[in-house]
């Protein structure tokens, strides 16, 4: 059964957490899986029109992409719908992980 949360934008940290505005920690990734709200989810999702910004590795410019109508993480690899993005999530995907991923507004 899905968790919802509502945020304004959420952010994907190099440290296995992912946090809100205020930088406050609404989950952590802990084994490969996403702890939300004392539950426990393999995959993510997010409604939207959401941009996504990468930065792939600390230091780097972010990259932007999207607007997309719906993103959601498959395996730690981000899709927009059908698509592959080609950016794995932090934490989730041994070197190939990306440093930060955020879904804005």
Excluded at 69 to 76: A, E, I, K, S, Y
Excluded at 80 to 90: F, Q
Aim: neutral net charge; aromatic residues 6%.
């Amino acid at each position: 059964m899905p968790t919802l949360m509502l945020a304004s934008f959420i952010r994907f940290c190099a440290d296995g957490s992912l946090r809100g505005p205020d930088n406050y920690v609404v989950a952590r990734c802990v084994d490969g899986l996403w702890i939300v709200g004392g539950r426990t989810h393999r995959e993510l999702e997010c409604e939207g029109p959401v941009r996504v910004r990468v930065v792939a590795k600390p230091g780097q410019p972010a990259v932007h992409h999207g607007p997309y109508p719906q993103v959601r993480t498959l395996n730690g690899i981000l899709h927009a719908g059908d698509v592959n993005l080609h950016v794995g999530m932090p934490v989730r995907v041994s070197g190939e992980a990306c440093h930060e991923v955020a879904f804005l507004p």
